[in-house]
Nanobody
Framework: QVQLVVSGGGLVQPGGSLSLSCAASGSFSSIYTMGWHRQTPGKPRELVASITTGGATNYADSVKGRFTISRDSAKNTVYLQMSTLKPDDTAVYSC?????????WGQGTQVTVSS
């Protein structure tokens, strides 16, 4: 069983910064990818950023240069540092761990960018 606990999120003004963290626990392979996804009502969930065990990262074009994903492998934790936030970044953000064909999801956290 794998558990993912998400922290962070909230309300921030446009241009501001916010960070999220996702801590994984339980039994899973040491080789995995962790990522952040987001969803707004009426739209499909989209990948925001992901990072592999080796540290390779992937970002959605809409967040490149503004968001940074990182991980602490010793703590099985992934972070998402978001800066220069825009109203379009408003969404529910979820964390996912993928390993050997299995996907595990953490709970979502609301990020609202508004003045």
């Amino acid at each position: 069983q794998v558990q993912l606990v998400v922290s962070g999120g909230g309300l921030v003004q446009p241009g501001g910064s916010l960070s999220l963290s996702c801590a994984a626990s339980g039994s899973f392979s040491s080789i995995y990818t962790m990522g952040w996804h987001r969803q707004t009502p009426g739209k499909p969930r989209e990948l925001v950023a992901s990072i592999t065990t080796g540290g390779a990262t992937n970002y959605a074009d809409s967040v490149k240069g503004r968001f940074t994903i990182s991980r602490d492998s010793a703590k099985n934790t992934v972070y998402l540092q978001m800066s220069t936030l825009k109203p379009d970044d408003t969404a529910v953000y979820s964390c996912k761990l993928s390993t050997w064909g299995f996907d595990y999801w953490g709970q979502g956290t609301q990020v609202t960018v508004s003045s």
